[in-house]
């Protein structure tokens, strides 16, 4: 029996359908972790104002390791994954959810900024979230506000 790498793509006719077979790979998904993981760590680097030399300095390696851990092309441990977040003052998190279902992830503030630290923001700017608040009350959901630019 082949495993999924061997297994050949049948012909396809739209980008649709090759991505169709594409996501039937688990090799497929393996790889959109990687370069989701490495894409957040950029993210992660930009707002913090983090340069790749810092990075570097607070996990005592070489840059040239930094460059090659966020190249996209990276087999990431998980102790490697850990650090990284920690570096970056942020904690690692996984997570598993069915395949029919979408995950939004929200971070909460643990506790109150300090009043330096927090970013005006105009309320015209947000658009409430409408629910039919007996679905939101069962799975225990807030209604939220979304930025609608």
């Known amino acids: 029996m082949q495993n999924q790498k061997e297994k050949q793509f049948e012909a396809f006719d739209s980008f649709e359908q090759f991505f169709d077979q594409a996501e039937e ?3 497929y998904w393996a790889e959109r972790a990687k370069l989701e993981f490495t894409r957040e760590v950029l993210s992660k680097m930009e707002q913090a104002g983090v340069s790749k030399s810092e990075l570097a300095s607070r996990l005592g390696v070489q840059p040239g390791m930094v460059t090659r ?3 996209g092309k990276n087999n990431f441990e998980l102790l490697t994954m850990v650090r990284l977040a920690l570096a970056l003052k942020c904690r690692y998190r996984s997570h598993l959810h069915p395949l029919e279902v ?4 929200i971070d909460v503030l643990s506790e109150e900024p300090k009043r330096e630290n ?3 923001w105009n309320p015209m700017d947000f658009k409430t979230v409408e629910s039919s608040g007996a679905v939101c009350d ?3 959901y807030v209604p939220i506000a ?4």
Request: charged residues 25%; glycine residues 0%.
């Open 102 to 105: 979408s995950t939004m992830w």
């Open 146 to 149: 979304i930025n609608s630019r």
């Open 69 to 71: 851990l966020l190249s």
């Open 138 to 140: 069962e799975l225990n």
């Open 118 to 120: 927090v970013i005006r």
């Open 25 to 27: 790979r688990s090799d």
